[in-house]
């Protein structure tokens, strides 16, 4: 069985990538799409396997968590990009056009995080105790089912709404689902890879 602390590092991990990815608008099969959603679908198959082998304190620890470290990361980011860069080195420009954060996208996707995440908790919890322990599958595909949709609704309009046109913020919204929900279903088999935690729910 996987530790849970390989999952929450992991967890952590394609948060903090995802966010500085999501710097990048990408054209992928004709739609428009945030890099970060190459990788931060997974978080939501993570978070499940935190909840599972960890319980539901430590899933929310988790979430709240990856929130300040991401804030965190940006923060840090722009101070360093705003240091007096070493003349002998040259004006190494490059690394605050591409890591200095927009403040914008920042707090869309650390909302947009925590909102789904902890929908996902909720909806995680419920099914364990209200549906069934059975098919643990199921768990994860209805959990995400729900939380997939409202992150990328809110992280797109948050991020990009008034600034890009509706229609390419809808088409990174459908994107981002599309590609989120063919995660889940081949991240599926990964919740049978933790034990199960006491306070799982």
Known sequence: MIPAIIVSASYIAAQMLADIASLRIVTLGGFSIDAGTFVYPLTFTLRDLVHKTA????????????????????????????????????????FGIVLSPVWRIVFASIIAELLSEFIDTEN???????????FQWSRVLVSNAISVPIDSLAFA???????LPDTVVWSIVVSNVALKGAATLLSLPAIY??????DST
């Open 55 to 94: 319980g539901i304190r430590a899933a929310r620890v988790l979430i709240v968590t990856a929130g300040i470290i991401n804030l965190f990361m940006a923060v840090f980011l722009w101070m360093v990009s705003r240091l007096p860069a070493d003349p002998s080195v040259g004006p190494q420009v490059e």
């Open 193 to 198: 890879l933790v034990g199960e935690h006491s």
């Open 124 to 134: 995680y919890r419920f099914w364990v105790t209200h549906v069934t322990r059975r």
């Open 157 to 163: 309009w948050l991020a990009f709404g008034g600034r």
